[in-house]
């Protein structure tokens, strides 16, 4: 099984799970700093403080991506480095970082992929509102411009957003990530602003009349009814509805999904955020979409029950995990076959565009055993099974150019802290040593093939 000519393997991080040095470089605070910091947020009061420390160990981290092979790396930016209080000058020092970053990887002939948002908003722009307030759009476009006019030359790649759905209700309607609210018409407040941002950043980055290709990156999940009965098929439209057509269907088709709006207007949600026009910046053509894939929602309805805080909870539907399922250390489902129907879907339901899987990886318990390998079978074979299910999907048509695994590194996986390790990397936090495991040798091998046996 082949990949095209041309098609690129690489593996993905984000700035607050692994850079470390919060203090240095003159670096503002962001949302997880304060979050991190609170107590009983995060398993074990673990912070990205230190994280992976990448920041001191960034030659280290570009050799072994080297060794490994890798054909490009998708990182991002901490707008907290670049404008540490969210507006106004430029720090200088941060764009020299993400330079050193950028041409280590052009030096090894790694292509870099930029990522401008991974959820580390500078605190004094939350302190203002945050994503519920529409001048944090303008703001990030205004981050956009500074970042884009320093490195448009270097990177090729550019994607707005990680996983709007994920920073909307994650961290304004469920308070599980930062900056912790929990009120469903905050996150979809979030939600507008975050996609207008992207809109307003697109505008920047086109004015520049470059050839850079120009993307958003979404996590998507299929949706479906856990049993065969009416009411559950409408709790997986419902949660199809929040999850996947609320991000999808403004980008592709300039506008809101309609039972979704009506949904939360019967429950007196004021949606008077989007205002005329804003629409059609959100649509503005992109030249890739980024798909994170992890599982599909499997859920059921549970609009008569009262469900505590969990994902969906405002739209009486209750994830469930299907129990025949292999399951992650995440406690995920593994579910390959998802893959292939949410790429296929893409193309069917909005358009022909370039596809990259950003994201796809597994949490596994990983450790360093006494020969000093880290035997990952599972991670091997999880992968490999989701690059058949792309596969699949690109003989089905889907013009699928790419695939960053995550992680390059264990790192600090949000609200679970170092307790989960998806890395092809393991990382030795107290001592920073990395340990490839056996995937990043696997990993090695398909990409040097550019395929699977
Ligand atoms: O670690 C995260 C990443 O930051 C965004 N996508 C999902 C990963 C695993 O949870």
New binding site residues.
């Given amino acids: 099984m082949n990949f095209p000519e041309n098609f690129l393997c690489g593996a ?3 700035s607050y ?1 692994v850079e470390g040095a919060v203090d240095e470089g003159g670096r503002g605070a962001s949302i997880w700093d304060t979050f991190s910091h609170t107590p009983g947020k995060i398993h074990h009061g673990d912070t990205g403080d230190i994280a992976c420390d990448q920041y001191h160990h960034l030659e280290e981290d570009l050799d072994l991506m080297s060794e490994l092979g890798l054909k490009a790396y998708r990182f991002s930016v901490a707008w907290p480095r670049i404008q540490p209080e969210g507006s106004g000058a430029t720090n200088q020092k941060g764009i020299d970082y993400y330079r050193r970053l950028v041409d280590g990887l052009r030096q090894r002939s790694i292509e870099p992929m930029l990522t401008l948002y ?2 580390d908003l500078p605190q004094a722009l939350e302190d203002r509102g945050g994503w519920t307030s529409r001048e944090t759009s303008e703001r990030f476009a205004e981050y956009t411009g500074i970042v884009y006019e320093a490195l448009s030359g270097e990177v090729g790649f550019w994607i707005t957003l ?2 709007p759905w ?1 920073s909307a209700w994650m961290g304004y309607g469920l308070g599980l990530h930062a900056p912790g609210h929990k009120e469903s018409a905050k996150a979809l407040a979030a939600t507008h602003h975050l996609l207008l941002g992207h809109g307003l950043a697109m505008e920047r980055m086109r004015s520049a009349g470059d050839e850079n290709q120009l993307g958003v990156t979404l ?1 998507l999940h299929p949706a479906r009814p856990s049993r065969d009965r009416e009411a559950d098929r409408e709790a997986a439209r419902r949660v199809d509805g929040q999850a996947n057509r609320l991000y999808l269907d403004p980008l592709f088709r300039g506008e809101y999904p309609e039972d979704i709006f009506s949904y939360y207007e019967e429950r007196d949600v004021d949606l008077s955020f989007v205002q005329d026009g804003d629409l059609e910046k959100i649509s503005a053509a992109f030249d890739f979409l980024g798909i ?1 894939y ?1 599982f599909r929602n499997t859920v059921r309805d549970a609009s008569e029950e009262d469900l505590p805080e969990m994902p969906f909870a405002d739209l009486g539907a209750r994830p469930v995990i299907p129990h025949d399922a292999e399951k992650t250390a ?1 406690g995920w489902p593994v579910e390959p076959e998802g893959l292939t129907e949410i790429l296929v879907r893409i193309k069917e339901d909005y358009a022909d565009v370039p596809l990259y899987v950003t ?1 796809n ?1 597994r ?1 596994v318990h990983d450790y360093i055993d006494p020969e000093g390998d880290v035997d990952d079978e599972e991670r091997v074979s999880y992968l490999d099974a989701h690059f058949r299910a792309a596969h699949d999907a690109m003989e089905q048509g889907v013009d699928l150019r790419g695939y960053m695994v ?2 390059f590194l264990d ?4 609200a ?1 802290g170092y307790s ?1 390790r ?1 890395g092809l990397v393991f990382v030795e936090y107290g001592t920073q040593r990395r340990v490839p495991k056996m995937s990043a040798r696997w990993y090695s091998e398909v990409i040097r093939r550019n395929g699977l046996q």
């Fill in positions: 993905a991080t984000a799970q991974h959820w990680n996983e994920v996590n994170n992890y995440m994201e990886g949490a995550w992680s790192n600090f996986e949000w679970e989960k998806f």
